[in-house]
Structure formats: structure tokens, C-alpha cells
């Protein structure tokens, strides 16, 4: 192989490059936040007493679990604003998209940690006499958090991967930039050398921070 790698043409580019990756940190940030949220209303909703309330959380769970990432975005951006007449920024339509899909893999991680929370502290819940939503955001969500986190973080790390589909639908994100740069310069093996070693140094530390809590909880479990 006698290629030469030559990082020189990228120069005038980093401030394009920053930009995209301020979109991407955007993207993965408050798709985290929805999904984080919206997730354990999503598991208190799939794991209701009432069928009509039920059905549709699983449905909605195994939809964006049983379709590609990929498919749900373009779904969003080209057939949201045609069936409802709709239309928001491509950014907000990206979060909205890659949310709602965190959304769904979050009420699992969270419905796990709901169904390890012991019986008798739910006992103790009735017997003290609290009422369902305190029973819920006092005893049952804390302890749900807790057993979720590791998984909750993966899924995370996850949406900061997806969120490169995006690209796909001209938002522009890191890898958008990345791929309008290569293009440009003809230099598409130190471009995407760049943008991968980028979405490798944001990963690395969220991935041993999960370690590090895995850990944790393990201890206090042996105790």
C-alpha cells in the first residue's frame, strides 16, 4: 500500500467539522432525554392492568424495536410532513426520530428493573398506606433507575451511533459534514478516519463509566 495520509486539506474545514459535531452532540443529547423520560412512561404503560392501555404501548415497543433505524428516520422526515402536514426543522424531526426509538428500548431496560423490584417493598407500599403514583415515583422508579442505568447508558451510546443516519436525510450532523468534505476533496480515507476516531473518543468514556457502574452495583449487591 502506498497511500499517503495527509490531514493538511482539513484546516479550513474544522469549523464545518465542529459544527457538525454540535448538531450531532444536540441530536444525542435530547433524544436521551426523551428517551430517558418518556421511556419509563412508555414501561408504566406496557405493564398496565388495562388492555386498552396496554396493547397500544406494546405495539408502539415492538414496532420501533422490529424496524430499521434508518427506515424510521426517512419515515419521519418524508412521510410525517405529507400525512399530517407538519413540518418543524430537520434537526427537531431528527431528535423526534431517534427519541421516540430510544423511547421503546428504554421501556424494556425499564421494565426489567421494575420486575426486579421486590415484592415485599411493594407490600410495605400498600401497608403504609401509599397511594399508586407514590408507590411508583417513590419506591418503584428509584429502585427501577438504579437496576436500569447500565442499560440505559448502552442504549445512549447507542443513539450516538444512529445518529450518524441522519446524514442520510441532509441534517447536518458530523458525519453529513464528513461526507460533503470527503466528497469536495477526494480524500475520503483521512475524512472518515477523522469522523470515526471522533464517535470513538465520545463512546470510550461513556463506555467505562457503564463499567465502572456495572461494578458498583455489583459491590453493593455482594454486600
Known amino acids: 500500500m502506498h497511500y499517503h495520509f ?3 486539506f482539513l484546516s479550513g474545514r474544522l469549523g464545518a467539522l465542529l459544527g457538525g459535531l454540535g448538531i450531532t452532540l444536540e ?29 397500544p404501548a406494546r405495539a408502539y415497543i415492538e414496532f420501533f424495536r422490529c424496524t430499521p433505524a434508518l427506515l424510521q428516520i426517512a419515515w ?9 402536514d407538519f413540518f418543524i426543522g430537520p434537526v427537531a424531526l431528527g431528535i ?4 421516540l426509538n430510544l423511547t421503546a428500548f428504554n421501556a424494556e431496560a425499564y421494565r426489567a428493573g421494575v420486575q426486579a423490584v421486590p415484592k415485599e417493598h411493594l407490600d410495605a407500599c400498600v401497608a403504609l398506606g401509599l397511594r399508586p403514583w407514590q408507590r411508583t415515583f417513590y419506591v ?35 458525519m453529513y459534514v464528513g461526507n460533503q468534505i470527503a466528497t469536495d476533496t477526494f480524500r475520503p480515507l483521512e475524512t472518515y478516519t477523522l469522523v470515526a476516531c471522533v464517535y470513538f473518543a465520545l463512546s470510550v468514556p461513556a ?8 461494578r458498583r452495583q455489583d459491590l453493593s449487591m455482594q454486600r
Do not use: K
Open 207 to 214: 463506555a467505562a463509566l457503564i463499567r465502572l457502574v456495572e
Open 76 to 84: 419521519f422526515f418524508y412521510c410525517v410532513p405529507m400525512m399530517f
Open 96 to 99: 423526534l426520530a431517534l427519541g
Open 140 to 174: 418503584v422508579l428509584p429502585q427501577a433507575l438504579r437496576s436500569a442505568t447500565p442499560i440505559l447508558m448502552t442504549n445512549g451510546i447507542g443513539a450516538l451511533q444512529q445518529s450518524a443516519l441522519v446524514a442520510v436525510v441532509a441534517v447536518g450532523d458530523l
Open 27 to 55: 441530536l444525542t443529547i435530547v433524544a436521551n432525554v426523551l428517551g430517558v423520560t418518556l421511556g419509563f412512561v412508555l414501561c408504566l404503560a406496557s405493564t398496565s392492568r388495562h388492555a386498552w392501555v396496554r396493547w
Open 6 to 8: 495527509d490531514f493538511s
